[in-house]
T-cell receptor, first 118, second 110 residues
Framework: GAGVSQSPRYKVAKRGQDVALRCDPI?????LFWYQQALGQGPEFLTY????????KSGLPSDRFFAERPEGSVSTLKIQRTQQEDSAVYLC????????????????FGPGTRLTVL | RKEVEQDPGPFNVPEGATVAFNCTYS??????FFWYRQDCRKEPKLLMS???SGNEDGRFTAQLNRASQYISLLIRDSKLSDSATYLC???????????FGTGTRLTVIP
């Protein structure tokens, strides 16, 4: 079956431009996560959705970052007025989460969008 | 202090060698532990979960020491295809997201 897909795979933006990154999770997956991975670092959590509800956005680095998942499936991460420090790979992950928060369900990652801000 | 600390390497080992990676985590309430593998310019993929009793999957052995808040991964009889970055990952209790270490880069040399 299809895995998590992300588009675009590569994005070059001029400083100050707005960008929108799309994530298509695995069909039926309730949970969706966005992570940011800087060069030479591990992924860092940005935000989490359960269906259409954004339950945790504690990892968003500034108010220039905004994420939505209006119908509980596809999600978009928007970055306004991009800065050079926003250059990173943005990874989306989904999992089939049903149940208490103390049970773990494997997160499946998409290929990421590599954002370069000039 | 970061949630998960691991030696970034790089580790360069000959084929057939045994190599061990270690990491420590700061949140004693963490409940789930994993090793992920990430190939160059690819997404992370789950390699194996780590249990208190230790677990083995072929040439790979993972161990957890809760008292020391320490996780390890042992790879025996290294293959060229094992070359990748290995990420130590923790899921604290009550959290849905994962905390990743920096990753340890392994290169297996012919």
């Amino acid at each position: 079956g299809a895995g998590v897909s992300q588009s675009p795979r590569y994005k070059v933006a001029k400083r100050g431009q707005d960008v929108a990154l799309r994530c298509d999770p695995i069909s039926g997956h309730v949970s969706l996560f966005w992570y940011q991975q800087a060069l030479g670092q591990g992924p860092e959590f940005l935000t989490y959705f359960q269906n259409e509800a954004q339950l945790d956005k504690s990892g968003l680095p500034s108010d220039r970052f905004f994420a939505e998942r209006p119908e509980g499936s596809v999600s978009t991460l928007k970055i306004q007025r991009t800065q050079q420090e926003d250059s990173a790979v943005y990874l989306c992950a989904s999992s089939f989460f049903m149940g208490p928060s103390n049970s773990y369900n494997e997160q499946f990652f998409g290929p990421g969008t590599r954002l370069t801000v000039l | 202090r970061k949630e998960v600390e691991q030696d970034p390497g790089p580790f360069n080992v000959p084929e057939g060698a045994t190599v061990a990676f270690n990491c420590t985590y700061s949140n004693s309430a963490s409940q789930s532990f994993f090793w992920y593998r990430q190939d160059c310019r690819k997404e992370p993929k789950l390699l194996m979960s780590v249990y208190s009793s230790g677990n083995e999957d072929g040439r790979f052995t993972a161990q957890l020491n809760r008292a020391s808040q320490y996780i390890s991964l042992l790879i025996r009889d290294s293959k060229l295809s094992d070359s990748a970055t290995y990420l130590c990952v923790v899921n604290p209790v009550g959290a849905n997201n994962l905390f990743f270490g920096t990753g340890t880069r392994l290169t297996v040399i012919p």
